[in-house]
Every structure is written in structure tokens, then in C-alpha cells.
């Protein structure tokens, strides 16, 4: 779920919206529908919109619209940069299957250590490491099956493996695990109004 076309919050109801939020950059094009299907491949049950990171999950102690200011004036100062995604890894401490990240990832740990402070700032679990969820929540009897699926595909994968970051999204969670768009950001936007 997203943002609808004419930029209306989607009809989530207040009750239906975890105090639980993320900042993305979803990855587009022929890259990002070949993550998608290869997510779905690996975990059916998944609702995959391939991204990367830039804020993991978190709670706020204030409102979304005070934090979405805070993003957007770190945001609008950062340059877009080029992100490569290189090989599959697994997190050994969770088992999440995933995609590394080669270029590109000094500018997501900059930009993470950035925005991860003040109103924003959350004592994550792990420390950041920029990735592509592949799968998670996968019954460990299935991780090499599946590690070995993701890596194959990968390998057969013949389009671009890099993208550019131009833009992130503040996303939400919802009681039903679905993320929805709050507010979208274009890196080095003040740049450009100069």
C-alpha cells in the first residue's frame, strides 16, 4: 500500500497504524519487480516492495508529521547516489536471506548515521548494515534450500544490478503488517531550488 495516485494518505483508519515506522528507498524498475518475484518465490506469504533501508523499523516519540519535517530537511541536503547490489548473504544471528550492498553503502551508513539521532534516534537491535531483504521468518529447515534458490536466481538475473537513489519514503506499519507511504523525499532537493 501507498500513497494513492493524487497523493491521498491511503484509508488506513488511526487504529489500524502501529507506532512502528521506516525510511526506504524502494528500488525501481526491472531490478525491483525481479526482487518482488523472487521474494514471493522464497516466501509466499510475503507482500514485497524491494528496498533498502535507511532507517530500520522504529517507534516515534513524537508525531510522524514532526519526524517527516526532521527527514526531509536532512534529506533535501544529501546528494542522490548510485547503489550496487552485489551478492547473497545471510544474517547468521537471524537467518534473514538477503542482498548485499557494494557501492553505495558508505552513503546509506552517512545517511543513516544522519537522520538516527534526536526525535528520530532508536537503539536498534543490530548494527546498520545496508541490504535487500530477500526472505525472513523462514523455518530453518528451509534456509539452505532457499539461500541456494536466491542465489541462483541472482546469478540468472541479466539486468542492472545497480539503481539510483533519488528519493526515500517515511512508510508506516499497520495491524495487518502492511507498510504505507507517508511522505516522500527527494535527496538534494534544496540543491536544486538554488
Same mark, same amino acid.
Given at each position: 500500500?501507498?500513497?494513492?495516485?493524487?497523493?491521498?494518505?491511503? #484509508? &488506513?483508519? !488511526?487504529?489500524?497504524? @502501529? =507506532?512502528?515506522?521506516?525510511? %526506504?528507498?524502494?528500488?525501481?524498475? +526491472?531490478?525491483?519487480?525481479?526482487?518482488?518475484?523472487?521474494?514471493?518465490?522464497?516466501?509466499?506469504?510475503?507482500?514485497?516492495?524491494?528496498?533498502? #533501508? &535507511?532507517? !530500520?523499523?522504529?517507534? @516515534? =516519540?513524537?508525531?510522524?508529521? %514532526?519526524?517527516?519535517?526532521?527527514? +526531509?530537511?536532512?534529506?533535501?541536503?544529501?546528494?542522490?547516489?548510485?547503489?550496487?547490489?552485489?551478492?547473497?548473504?545471510?544474517?547468521?544471528?537471524?537467518? &534473514?536471506?538477503?542482498?548485499?550492498?557494494?557501492?553505495?553503502?558508505?552513503?546509506?551508513?552517512?545517511?543513516?548515521?544522519?537522520?538516527?539521532?534526536?526525535?528520530?534516534?532508536?537503539?536498534?537491535?543490530?548494527?546498520?548494515?545496508?541490504?535487500?531483504?530477500?526472505?525472513?521468518?523462514?523455518?530453518?529447515?528451509?534456509?539452505?534450500?532457499?539461500?541456494?534458490?536466491?542465489?541462483?536466481?541472482?546469478?540468472?538475473?541479466?539486468?542492472?544490478?545497480?539503481?539510483?537513489?533519488?528519493?526515500?519514503?517515511?512508510?508506516?506499519?499497520?495491524?495487518?503488517?502492511?507498510?504505507?507511504?507517508?511522505?516522500?523525499?527527494?535527496?538534494?532537493?534544496?540543491?536544486?531550488?538554488?
Amino acid at each position: 500500500m501507498g500513497c494513492e495516485p493524487d497523493g491521498v494518505l491511503p #484509508s &488506513v483508519p !488511526p487504529e489500524a497504524r @502501529l =507506532n512502528i515506522f521506516a525510511l %526506504v528507498i524502494y528500488i525501481p524498475n +526491472r531490478l525491483g519487480r525481479f526482487l518482488d518475484d523472487l521474494r514471493r518465490e522464497l516466501t509466499p506469504h510475503a507482500n514485497p516492495r524491494a528496498h533498502v #533501508s &535507511v532507517l !530500520p523499523p522504529r517507534p @516515534l =516519540n513524537v508525531a510522524w508529521g %514532526v519526524a517527516a519535517a526532521q527527514v +526531509r530537511a536532512m534529506l533535501e541536503a544529501c546528494a542522490p547516489f548510485e547503489v550496487e547490489l552485489t551478492q547473497v548473504r545471510t544474517f547468521p544471528a537471524t537467518d &534473514v536471506i538477503y542482498l548485499e550492498v557494494g557501492a553505495g553503502a558508505s552513503a546509506l551508513e552517512n545517511l543513516h548515521g544522519a537522520i538516527d539521532h534526536g526525535d528520530l534516534r532508536f537503539a536498534e537491535p543490530f548494527p546498520y548494515c545496508p541490504h535487500v531483504t530477500l526472505a525472513q521468518e523462514i523455518p530453518a529447515e528451509r534456509l539452505a534450500e532457499l539461500e541456494g534458490t536466491a542465489r541462483r536466481r541472482w546469478r540468472e538475473f541479466a539486468g542492472e544490478r545497480r539503481f539510483r537513489a533519488a528519493r526515500a519514503v517515511l512508510v508506516q506499519n499497520t495491524l495487518q503488517n502492511q507498510w504505507i507511504d507517508l511522505a516522500e523525499y527527494e535527496l538534494g532537493a534544496l540543491a536544486a531550488k538554488l
